[in-house]
T-cell receptor, first 111, second 112 residues
Framework: SQTIHQWPATLVQPVGSPLSLECTVE??????LYWYRQAAGRGLQLLFY??????ISSEVPQNLSASRPQDRQFILSSKKLLLSDSGFYLC??????????FGPGTRLTVT | KQEVTQIPAALSVPEGENLVLNCSFT??????LQWFRQDPGKGLTSLLL?????REQTSGRLNASLDKSSGRSTLYIAASQPGDSATYLC???????????FGQGTTLQVKP
């Protein structure tokens, strides 16, 4: 069966520090991968999606970037965090039938 | 631009009640519709997926319907239990973009 992992589970970082969140998927190959952010009291916002290694599409202009160095690994990064980057970050994967499965999330607090 | 709306935003019911959560979307060009559950501080759990050609899906005490032409879906929860307390999110996959677009969610509290 397929599983999706995210780490770390929680993170507290000062403004201006770098960020790296990791997502890995097991039990499937060539998945579509997604990064979402859920800010307090707001809905889920799609940040990035990837249909293959090295293929990244950005949905909104922002302080973040994403990379897919391996088929089942998706990384969310920032060189310098802003206060507005705080939120709950969710990674998801889907097969070609577009049913998405979500990871447990990372709670990021920028102080 | 596809917009997804969920009503009500919050709902509190006594244990044992049957309840309906509503979801509407503005563009009928969808590939499928998913209902998710989210517990506080946790990720999303997929509950039901309805393909655009389907009318409903059932899983245990949950039944989801889809009326694509009117842009509506409902999630019916039978005999609610305190363990059903969570936020329920509706999302549609756009057949134009392949992207999942979420509603704001309905936060459900089932009181024992």
């Amino acid at each position: 069966s397929q599983t999706i992992h995210q780490w770390p589970a929680t993170l507290v970082q000062p403004v201006g520090s770098p960020l790296s969140l990791e997502c890995t998927v097991e039990g499937t190959s060539n998945p579509n991968l997604y990064w979402y952010r859920q800010a307090a009291g707001r809905g889920l916002q799609l940040l990035f999606y990837s249909v293959g290694i090295g293929q990244i599409s950005s949905e909104v202009p922002q302080n973040l970037s994403a990379s897919r160095p391996q088929d089942r690994q998706f990384i969310l990064s920032s060189k310098k965090l802003l206060l507005s980057d705080s939120g709950f970050y969710l990674c998801a994967w889907s097969s070609q039938v577009y049913e998405q499965y979500f990871g447990p999330g990372t709670r990021l607090t920028v102080t | 631009k596809q917009e997804v709306t969920q009503i009500p935003a919050a709902l509190s019911v006594p244990e044992g009640e049957n309840l309906v959560l509503n979801c509407s979307f503005t563009d009928s060009a969808i590939y499928n519709l998913q209902w998710f559950r989210q517990d506080p501080g946790k990720g999303l759990t997929s509950l039901l997926l309805i393909q655009s050609s389907q009318r409903e899906q059932t899983s245990g005490r949950l039944n989801a319907s889809l009326d694509k032409s009117s842009g509506r879906s409902t999630l019916y929860i039978a005999a609610s239990q305190p363990g059903d307390s969570a936020t329920y999110l509706c999302a549609v996959t756009s057949s134009n973009t392949g992207k999942l677009i979420f509603g704001q969610g309905t936060t459900l509290q089932v009181k024992p």
